[in-house]
Nanobody, 124 residues
């Protein structure tokens, strides 16, 4: 089973940028699709972005499309979420997740391993 550790969260003003990272331990990272999900206080977990194992396919929630970019470096066993033009409504705990197949999914139930999350707070 792969272990995932997120980093890079923090406090940023509206309009600013942050990059969150997800470091994976174990083998076969390049075989896993990776997803980013977020959960705001009092709200359900929601899909933000995902990337296929090879990095050739990505998908975004409508709410982040054009502002967020998901990418990965399989040589470093790390996935990233670059977040630009941040809005207060982007405030949430951001989780990365690994799916033990090549293809991405927007359903959190289809991911096998999860990190503990990193807090992103966007002030207005």
């Amino acid at each position: 089973q792969v272990q995932l550790v997120e980093s890079g969260g923090g406090l940023v003003q509206a309009g600013g940028s942050l990059r969150v990272s997800c470091a994976a331990s174990g083998r076969s990272f390049s075989s896993y699709a990776m997803g980013w999900f977020r959960q705001a206080p009092g709200k359900e977990r929601e899909f933000a972005a995902a990337i296929a194992a090879t990095g050739g396919s990505t998908r975004y929630a409508d709410s982040v499309k054009g502002r967020f970019t998901v990418f990965r470096d399989n040589a470093k066993n790390t996935a990233y979420l670059q977040m630009n033009s941040l809005k207060p409504e982007d405030t949430a705990v951001y989780y990365c997740a690994a799916r033990y197949v090549n293809t991405l999914s927007t359903w959190w139930q289809q991911y096998n391993s999860w990190g503990r999350g990193t807090q992103v707070t966007v002030s207005s």
